[in-house]
T-cell receptor
Protein backbone atom coordinates (compact mmCIF):
# COMPACT_ATOMS: atom_id res chain seq x y z
CA UNK A 1 0.00 0.00 0.00
CA UNK A 2 0.95 3.64 -0.23
CA UNK A 3 2.49 5.57 2.63
CA UNK A 4 3.76 9.14 2.66
CA UNK A 5 5.93 10.32 5.54
CA UNK A 6 7.08 13.72 6.69
CA UNK A 7 8.79 15.09 9.76
CA UNK A 8 6.39 16.79 12.14
CA UNK A 9 8.07 20.10 12.80
CA UNK A 10 10.59 22.58 11.40
CA UNK A 11 11.70 25.89 12.88
CA UNK A 12 13.73 28.49 10.96
CA UNK A 13 14.64 32.15 11.30
CA UNK A 14 13.15 34.75 9.00
CA UNK A 15 15.32 35.17 5.91
CA UNK A 16 16.80 31.66 6.11
CA UNK A 17 15.93 28.86 3.72
CA UNK A 18 13.52 26.13 4.78
CA UNK A 19 13.71 22.57 3.50
CA UNK A 20 10.77 20.27 4.09
CA UNK A 21 11.28 16.60 3.26
CA UNK A 22 8.90 13.84 2.28
CA UNK A 23 9.25 10.17 1.42
CA UNK A 24 6.69 8.15 -0.49
CA UNK A 25 6.33 4.53 -1.47
CA UNK A 26 4.19 4.35 -4.60
CA UNK A 27 6.64 4.37 -7.51
CA UNK A 28 3.77 4.57 -10.01
CA UNK A 29 2.72 8.06 -8.88
CA UNK A 30 2.53 10.43 -11.82
CA UNK A 31 2.51 13.68 -9.91
CA UNK A 32 3.67 14.77 -6.48
CA UNK A 33 2.26 17.83 -4.79
CA UNK A 34 2.97 20.30 -2.04
CA UNK A 35 0.05 21.89 -0.23
CA UNK A 36 0.04 24.65 2.38
CA UNK A 37 -2.51 24.89 5.19
CA UNK A 38 -2.80 28.06 7.23
CA UNK A 39 -4.58 27.99 10.60
CA UNK A 40 -8.31 27.42 10.28
CA UNK A 41 -8.20 27.10 6.51
CA UNK A 42 -8.33 24.42 3.88
CA UNK A 43 -5.39 23.17 1.86
CA UNK A 44 -3.96 25.39 -0.84
CA UNK A 45 -1.93 23.93 -3.70
CA UNK A 46 1.57 25.41 -3.71
CA UNK A 47 3.24 23.51 -6.50
CA UNK A 48 3.53 20.10 -8.09
CA UNK A 49 6.13 18.12 -10.00
CA UNK A 50 5.72 15.55 -12.70
CA UNK A 51 7.40 12.26 -11.89
CA UNK A 52 9.82 12.42 -14.83
CA UNK A 53 11.30 15.70 -13.58
CA UNK A 54 14.13 16.12 -11.09
CA UNK A 55 13.57 19.73 -10.17
CA UNK A 56 11.01 22.47 -10.50
CA UNK A 57 11.47 26.10 -9.49
CA UNK A 58 8.64 28.55 -8.94
CA UNK A 59 9.73 31.92 -7.52
CA UNK A 60 10.88 31.21 -3.93
CA UNK A 61 9.92 27.55 -4.12
CA UNK A 62 12.17 24.75 -5.36
CA UNK A 63 10.96 21.18 -5.54
CA UNK A 64 13.50 18.36 -5.80
CA UNK A 65 12.50 14.81 -6.68
CA UNK A 66 14.71 11.75 -6.27
CA UNK A 67 12.73 8.91 -7.79
CA UNK A 68 15.33 6.28 -6.96
CA UNK A 69 15.04 7.04 -3.24
CA UNK A 70 11.36 8.10 -3.46
CA UNK A 71 12.28 11.37 -1.79
CA UNK A 72 10.63 14.73 -2.38
CA UNK A 73 11.68 18.05 -0.88
CA UNK A 74 10.36 21.60 -0.84
CA UNK A 75 12.81 24.44 -0.38
CA UNK A 76 11.50 27.89 0.50
CA UNK A 77 14.06 30.63 -0.06
CA UNK A 78 14.11 33.77 2.10
CA UNK A 79 11.47 32.34 4.44
CA UNK A 80 9.01 34.92 5.80
CA UNK A 81 6.72 34.88 8.83
CA UNK A 82 3.80 34.53 6.41
CA UNK A 83 5.21 31.15 5.39
CA UNK A 84 4.39 29.76 8.84
CA UNK A 85 1.87 26.99 8.18
CA UNK A 86 1.53 23.24 7.86
CA UNK A 87 2.93 21.81 4.62
CA UNK A 88 1.63 18.55 3.19
CA UNK A 89 3.15 16.48 0.45
CA UNK A 90 0.87 14.20 -1.54
CA UNK A 91 1.18 11.63 -4.27
CA UNK A 92 -1.49 10.78 -6.77
CA UNK A 93 -2.67 7.26 -7.45
CA UNK A 94 -4.91 5.77 -10.08
CA UNK A 95 -8.07 7.75 -10.65
CA UNK A 96 -6.60 10.98 -9.31
CA UNK A 97 -6.78 9.88 -5.70
CA UNK A 98 -4.28 11.59 -3.43
CA UNK A 99 -2.39 10.09 -0.50
CA UNK A 100 -1.21 12.74 1.95
CA UNK A 101 1.65 12.83 4.38
CA UNK A 102 0.96 13.78 7.98
CA UNK A 103 2.12 17.37 7.45
CA UNK A 104 5.15 19.40 8.60
CA UNK A 105 4.49 22.41 10.79
CA UNK A 106 6.85 25.22 9.76
CA UNK A 107 7.48 27.92 12.34
CA UNK A 108 9.31 31.05 11.22
CA UNK A 109 10.91 33.11 13.97
CA UNK A 110 11.47 36.83 13.42
CA UNK B 1 -17.17 32.46 -8.00
CA UNK B 2 -16.99 30.86 -4.56
CA UNK B 3 -15.16 27.69 -5.64
CA UNK B 4 -15.86 25.12 -2.95
CA UNK B 5 -18.07 25.90 0.02
CA UNK B 6 -18.92 23.77 3.04
CA UNK B 7 -21.88 23.99 5.40
CA UNK B 8 -21.80 24.21 8.38
CA UNK B 9 -18.42 25.58 9.52
CA UNK B 10 -18.75 24.21 13.06
CA UNK B 11 -21.00 21.69 14.76
CA UNK B 12 -21.22 19.95 18.11
CA UNK B 13 -23.16 16.69 18.32
CA UNK B 14 -24.01 14.26 21.06
CA UNK B 15 -23.16 10.60 20.60
CA UNK B 16 -25.85 8.90 18.53
CA UNK B 17 -27.12 12.04 16.79
CA UNK B 18 -27.13 12.32 13.04
CA UNK B 19 -26.15 15.12 10.72
CA UNK B 20 -25.35 15.94 7.11
CA UNK B 21 -22.45 18.02 5.85
CA UNK B 22 -22.93 19.80 2.55
CA UNK B 23 -20.25 20.52 -0.02
CA UNK B 24 -21.15 22.75 -2.95
CA UNK B 25 -19.04 23.76 -5.93
CA UNK B 26 -19.48 26.22 -8.76
CA UNK B 27 -16.51 25.08 -10.86
CA UNK B 28 -18.32 22.29 -12.73
CA UNK B 29 -15.71 19.68 -11.77
CA UNK B 30 -16.58 16.03 -12.14
CA UNK B 31 -14.82 14.57 -9.09
CA UNK B 32 -15.69 15.38 -5.49
CA UNK B 33 -14.12 14.03 -2.29
CA UNK B 34 -14.66 13.99 1.45
CA UNK B 35 -11.63 13.84 3.74
CA UNK B 36 -11.16 13.93 7.47
CA UNK B 37 -8.13 15.54 9.07
CA UNK B 38 -6.83 14.42 12.43
CA UNK B 39 -3.69 15.73 14.17
CA UNK B 40 -0.49 14.25 12.78
CA UNK B 41 -2.33 12.03 10.29
CA UNK B 42 -2.74 14.24 7.28
CA UNK B 43 -5.95 13.85 5.33
CA UNK B 44 -7.68 10.53 4.93
CA UNK B 45 -10.20 9.90 2.19
CA UNK B 46 -13.67 8.91 3.40
CA UNK B 47 -15.71 8.68 0.20
CA UNK B 48 -15.51 10.17 -3.24
CA UNK B 49 -17.60 10.59 -6.37
CA UNK B 50 -16.52 10.58 -10.00
CA UNK B 51 -19.78 12.00 -11.27
CA UNK B 52 -23.41 12.74 -10.58
CA UNK B 53 -25.18 9.70 -9.18
CA UNK B 54 -21.98 7.77 -8.37
CA UNK B 55 -20.10 7.29 -5.11
CA UNK B 56 -17.24 5.09 -3.93
CA UNK B 57 -15.50 4.22 -0.67
CA UNK B 58 -12.19 5.70 0.28
CA UNK B 59 -9.72 4.72 2.97
CA UNK B 60 -11.96 5.25 6.04
CA UNK B 61 -15.63 4.93 4.97
CA UNK B 62 -17.10 3.21 8.03
CA UNK B 63 -19.75 5.24 9.87
CA UNK B 64 -20.33 7.59 6.93
CA UNK B 65 -22.64 7.69 3.93
CA UNK B 66 -22.60 9.99 0.93
CA UNK B 67 -24.82 11.06 -1.92
CA UNK B 68 -24.23 12.95 -5.16
CA UNK B 69 -27.72 13.66 -6.51
CA UNK B 70 -26.61 16.83 -8.26
CA UNK B 71 -23.25 17.43 -9.91
CA UNK B 72 -22.54 20.51 -7.84
CA UNK B 73 -23.33 19.00 -4.43
CA UNK B 74 -21.76 16.20 -2.42
CA UNK B 75 -23.33 15.30 0.92
CA UNK B 76 -21.63 13.49 3.79
CA UNK B 77 -23.90 11.88 6.37
CA UNK B 78 -23.27 10.58 9.84
CA UNK B 79 -26.19 8.36 10.87
CA UNK B 80 -25.13 7.79 14.48
CA UNK B 81 -22.24 10.01 15.48
CA UNK B 82 -19.44 8.65 17.68
CA UNK B 83 -16.66 10.52 19.54
CA UNK B 84 -14.14 8.92 17.15
CA UNK B 85 -15.71 11.02 14.40
CA UNK B 86 -14.59 14.24 16.05
CA UNK B 87 -12.45 15.76 13.33
CA UNK B 88 -12.15 18.47 10.73
CA UNK B 89 -13.85 17.48 7.48
CA UNK B 90 -12.71 18.80 4.14
CA UNK B 91 -14.42 18.60 0.80
CA UNK B 92 -12.37 18.75 -2.40
CA UNK B 93 -13.07 18.80 -6.11
CA UNK B 94 -11.04 18.03 -9.20
CA UNK B 95 -11.17 17.26 -12.86
CA UNK B 96 -10.69 13.56 -13.70
CA UNK B 97 -6.96 13.51 -14.33
CA UNK B 98 -3.79 15.35 -15.17
CA UNK B 99 -2.07 18.21 -13.46
CA UNK B 100 -5.31 19.81 -12.38
CA UNK B 101 -5.19 18.79 -8.78
CA UNK B 102 -7.73 18.97 -6.00
CA UNK B 103 -9.22 22.22 -4.73
CA UNK B 104 -10.31 22.26 -1.12
CA UNK B 105 -13.14 23.83 0.80
CA UNK B 106 -12.54 25.69 4.09
CA UNK B 107 -13.47 22.74 6.30
CA UNK B 108 -16.11 21.80 8.88
CA UNK B 109 -15.02 21.31 12.47
CA UNK B 110 -17.15 18.61 14.09
CA UNK B 111 -17.08 17.67 17.76
CA UNK B 112 -18.95 14.63 19.03
CA UNK B 113 -19.45 14.53 22.79
Amino acid sequence: GEDVEQSLFLSVREGDSSVINCTYTDSSSTYLYWYKQEPGAGLQLLTYIFSNMDMKQDQRLTVLLNKKDKHLSLRIADTQTGDSAIYFCAENNAGNMLTFGGGTRLMVKP
Amino acid sequence: NAGVTQTPKFRVLKTGQSMTLLCAQDMNHEYMYWYRQDPGMGLRLIHYSVGEGTTAKGEVPDGYNVSRLKKQNFLLGLESAAPSQTSVYFCAISRPAGTDTQYFGPGTRLTVL
